[in-house]
T-cell receptor
Framework: EDQVTQSPEALRLQEGESSSLNCSYT??????LFWYRQDPGKGPEFLFT?????EEKEKERLKATLTKKESFLHITAPKPEDSATYLC????????????WGAGTKLIIKP | DAGITQSPRYKITETGRQVTLMCHQT?????MFWYRQDLGHGLRLIYY???????DKGEVPDGYVVSRSKTENFPLTLESATRSQTSVYFC?????????????FGPGTRLTVL
């Protein structure tokens, strides 16, 4: 069964304290992995798409990496404005339109 | 403004009533999606549409109806609301197939069924 699991569920960091969020997946024939950011009361906002193992993408303090079984979202020297829930999703193996979403990691950065 | 909008943003209704949630996008994206988001669950797909007059069921379609007479609009109707349909509903759109293309989300509608 296609599945996406994110860990930890919640992460509290001090400002400047770097860490990583994990997204592990089981799907046949990975056709991409998406990372989104969601602020309270808002819709998810696209961050990155990764397509193949070894690929990396960066945006400001965020860097996403991909292996054959999982993806990491590394946050370097985070600021309070990086506080949000981070979601990952992969295309369902037998579907051209459906994404399987993780439950998200709630990141809180304390000043 | 260009983008994807949803209305209403908040809705309280009673069990058994019909409710329609609206979604409008200005990008002329072919694909549109309806999701629900509940605590402890990832986003779950209710229905999707590949183009005007083409819709199909997602993971949790029971109790919901959709239509798409125009490319830019994709309303979601709860025919007879139940308490289990209390949730936050998100509409999304993508230029091409949502399985491999970026989806862009609206701000959501928080629905409470009493």
């Amino acid at each position: 069964e296609d599945q996406v699991t994110q860990s930890p569920e919640a992460l509290r960091l001090q400002e400047g304290e770097s860490s990583s969020l994990n997204c592990s997946y089981t799907v046949s024939g990975l056709r991409g992995l998406f990372w989104y950011r969601q602020d309270p009361g808002k819709g998810p906002e696209f961050l990155f798409t990764l397509y193949s193992a070894g690929e990396e993408k960066e945006k400001e303090r965020l860097k996403a990496t991909l292996t054959k079984k999982e993806s990491f979202l590394h946050i370097t020297a985070p600021k309070p404005e990086d506080s949000a829930t981070y979601l990952c999703a992969v295309p369902k193996g037998d579907s051209n339109y459906q994404l399987i979403w993780g439950a998200g990691t709630k990141l809180i950065i304390k000043p | 403004d260009a983008g994807i909008t949803q209305s209403p943003r908040y809705k309280i209704t009673e069990t058994g009533r019909q409710v329609t949630l609206m979604c409008h996008q200005t990008w002329s994206h072919s694909y549109m999606f309806w999701y629900r988001q509940d605590l402890g669950h990832g986003l779950r797909l209710i229905y999707y549409s590949a183009a005007a007059d083409i819709t199909d069921k997602g993971e949790v379609p029971d109790g919901y109806v959709v239509s798409r007479s125009k490319t830019e609009n994709f309303p979601l109707t709860l025919e007879s609301a139940t308490r289990s349909q209390t949730s936050v509903y998100f509409c999304a759109s993508s230029r091409t197939s949502g399985g491999s293309d970026t989806q862009y989300f609206g701000p959501g509608t928080r629905l409470t069924v009493l």
